[in-house]
């Protein structure tokens, strides 16, 4: 049995957002050489099992998000030293500032995703944003096997460094929780985190000023940004502002039954929520950036600003885009993803 450790998610089972939502699937779908140990942070979990589909769960007494995911990021890695995976598998780059004293005490193989280009979300002040650039580099400079989950993101790695990268993304499947039907009601769809860089606001605008009907799910609360818009936007008759929905199930009913799928996600590589659905062979109306390009190899509809995507409303246009659906087939399978990293591992 070869030991790989992950590092950097809250935990399993999964509870938070992608990256547990990756690690559980990969867990799911391991082969069976591989012996998964995960760190999980106990803040977040009231009942504690030492393990997880086979996969050991490892806990620490500190929060894997906010600044405390650095310290909480470090104390898994020091935590290696006495536990000797051969891979540890680090998912984000805020704890890799630890990794240079790392390498001094370690001879496991070092795989980091860098996640987005993090450093770039507005949500961050200027000494956050210069801190993860930071981390950002010291990651890739002390790594062995660099992974990017879009094209975009290697090629940005390659373009502020020099190096190359492995590009894996993620798989959407699990988001078919019962077989589409052709129940198709008259909305457009989203579900995001309410922050600027998905272009909220934008799609808002387009909509407010339509007379399709818009529904969209996210943390309205969580940030002034998200109260503000919920302040301004809520009046319209057309469109409905909804809390977060954490159900695969019922997040099925809204995928299956809309019309259309906005996405207007502007960094961070290839996004979660895109790629699941992908599988449901939905049009999709995403922002024009090379990151949502590449993952839907250019056959999305694409905006810019609030009134392209007003017009685009107004079109006559398929519900249905099996071109996507395709793709994802293809490319965004957990099957798929988890082959990716076992052979990055380089135990095959």
Not at 190 to 203: D, F, H, K, L
């Amino acid at each position: 049995m070869s030991k790989i450790s992950i590092v950097g998610t809250v935990g399993l089972p999964a509870c938070y957002g992608g990256w547990e939502t990756l690690v559980e699937n990969m867990v799911n779908s391991k082969s069976e050489h591989i012996n998964y140990s995960v760190y999980c942070s106990s803040k977040n979990y009231k009942v504690k099992p030492k393990t997880f589909n086979g996969a050991k769960l490892i806990y620490l007494p500190l929060s894997a998000n906010g600044i405390s995911s650095i310290f909480y990021d470090i104390f898994s890695l020091i935590h290696t030293w006495f536990t000797r995976p051969k891979v540890v598998l680090i998912l984000g780059v805020s704890g890799c500032i630890f990794l240079p004293v790392f390498k001094l005490f370690s001879n496991a193989k070092i795989v980091v995703n860098v996640d987005g280009i993090e450093w770039k979300r507005d949500k961050w002040s200027g000494f956050a944003k210069s801190f993860l650039k930071f981390s950002e580099a010291i990651a890739i400079k002390f790594s062995d096997v660099v992974v990017a989950d879009n094209d975009g993101i290697k090629d940005y790695i390659f373009e502020s460094y020099g190096v190359g990268s492995e590009v894996i993304a993620y798989g959407g499947e699990h988001a078919l929780t019962s077989k589409p039907s052709n129940d198709i009601d008259n909305f457009f769809f989203t579900v995001c985190r309410i922050e600027p860089e998905n272009n909220v606001e934008m799609i808002l605008e387009a909509f407010s000023e339509s007379d399709s009907k818009y529904k969209i799910v996210g943390n309205w609360n969580s940030s002034q940004y998200g109260i503000n818009l919920k302040t301004k936007f809520s009046a319209f008759p057309n469109i409905e502002m909804l809390e977060p929905i954490y159900d695969l199930n019922v997040l099925f009913e809204y995928r299956d039954k809309c019309v259309g799928y906005i996405h207007g996600h502007s960094v961070g590589g290839t996004n979660p929520s895109l790629v699941e659905i992908m599988h449901f062979g939905k049009q999709v109306y995403a922002f024009d950036c090379c990151f949502n390009r590449y993952t839907t190899e250019d056959k999305a509809i694409y905006f810019i600003n609030s009134k392209q995507l007003l017009t685009l409303l107004k079109e006559e246009f398929r519900s249905d885009n099996l071109e996507l659906k395709a793709i994802a087939l293809k490319r965004y399978t957990w099957n798929v993803v988890n082959k990716q990293y076992e052979t990055l591992y380089g135990l095959k």
